[in-house]
């Protein structure tokens, strides 16, 4: 009985390692560096200008503990650039309504929109609308190694 025991407790304690190593701590990146590399490293139609947290706060509705940062152009062009610190943010809702501007604004940009790379990555949303979406999926997918 005594073998058995020990036995299921091996068993235990190894499948308990092995689920806690697979968890792994999510992976930090500097957001700063990864929204710059998105606006300078692709080429835009437009010029991108980093965005004040102001500036942030009246285009996208995020709660007031998220860290982001944020790149845009003059607005003749839907092009930008986001990284938001958050899992759950409304980045999603921000593009559907930046989508429905253009179609009335510029209809020719709500392609771009569709085309826009929006991944959630750890803790952090990333954001990119640009005319080069597989450039802009490398970037990130770099920035995460």
Do not use: H, W
Request: charged content about 30%; aromatic content about 6%; overall charge negative.
């Amino acid at each position: 009985m005594m073998m058995k025991k020990t036995g299921l407790l091996a068993v235990l304690t190894a499948g308990v390692l092995l689920l806690a190593g697979c968890g792994g701590a999510a992976k930090t990146i500097d957001a700063q560096a990864l929204a710059k590399s998105l606006a300078t490293e692709i080429k835009y139609d437009d010029t991108l200008k980093e965005l004040t947290a102001d500036e942030i706060s009246m285009l996208v509705d995020l709660p007031e503990d998220v860290d982001s940062v944020m790149y845009a152009g003059s607005g003749s062009t839907a092009e930008e650039v986001g990284v938001f610190t958050a899992k759950d943010s409304d980045v999603q809702k921000y593009l559907d309504d930046q989508a429905d501007s253009f179609q009335d604004y510029v209809p020719e940009e709500t392609k771009r929109i569709g085309n826009a790379v929006l991944e959630q990555k750890n803790q952090y949303v990333v954001l990119c609308v640009s005319g080069d979406s597989d450039q802009a999926k490398e970037i990130i997918e770099k920035a995460f190694k």
